[in-house]
């Protein structure tokens, strides 16, 4: 190969490792849920799209799909519901049979760490979130009660290993979760180079096989 071929072929790996590292950014950013464009009693299971990724909220089969829908915050005479559960969010449980039933979220694509407010239907505060990954990370947390609204709420986060759902279960009679945060895996940048290398000598390969 010629001086002239040998810079063309390190000029492309070279674009072709940039784009790939730019793509990769661009996938870097964090999905948000927080269910503001859905309807008021929006039953699971339903799909939400931000960043590039869906996720699917649904419910356990055999439960009342009115246990599981968008509700909104509103003030009683004591004042509101919810501090964390701004606007509208997804109600799991209630007055359906449905206490203790678990929300699971299907992700289209590979996440690595989440983060999500969430509140508890159970003013003794003797009630926990628990979660767990299908790549079996998981956690549990207790919420506190703020002063002038009616449930203990608290922000759950984790990450770990690349996972594509999550299920979520309260001891709580029903549980709520808003503005729920999902940070969707990317290759690592010595992992997008090296494919790019493999393009490029893959590419050299198949051009000394015409010549010969």
């Known amino acids: ?28 950013a964090v999905a948000l849920y927080d269910f503001e464009n ?5 039953e699971t299971p339903f799909t939400l799209v931000s960043a590039g990724v869906s996720a699917t909220f649904a419910g356990p089969s055999g439960v009342d799909p009115g246990a599981f829908g968008i509700s909104s915050n509103f003030q009683s005479p004591t004042g509101f519901q919810y501090k964390l559960m701004s606007g509208d ?13 678990a929300l699971t979220i299907t992700f289209s694509a590979p996440i690595t760490a989440f983060t999500v407010d969430f ?19 998981s956690g ?5 009660l703020t002063s002038g609204f009616l449930y203990p709420e608290g922000t759950l986060s984790y ?4 996972f594509t759902s999550i299920t979520f279960q ?6 709520q979760i808003d503005n729920f945060q999902a940070t969707p895996a990317v290759p690592e940048p010595e992992t997008v180079v090296l494919v790019a290398v493999g393009l490029v000598a893959l590419a050299l390969r198949r051009r000394r096989a015409v010549k010969a």
């Open 170 to 175: 309260s001891t709580a009679i029903d549980f």
């Open 159 to 162: 990450a770990g290993g690349p």
């Open 119 to 137: 509140a508890l239907d159970d003013r003794t505060n003797a009630s926990t979130l628990s979660f767990m990954t299908n790549a079996l990370g």
């Open 140 to 144: 549990s947390a207790s919420g506190a």
């Open 89 to 101: 969010f997804l109600t799991i449980g209630s007055a359906f049979g449905a206490s203790g039933s």
């Open 1 to 28: 190969m010629n001086t002239r071929s040998s810079f063309f072929w390190a000029i492309a790996a070279v674009s072709i490792a940039g784009f790939a590292l730019v793509s990769s950014s661009a996938r870097a």
């Open 38 to 42: 859905q309807l008021i009693f929006t």
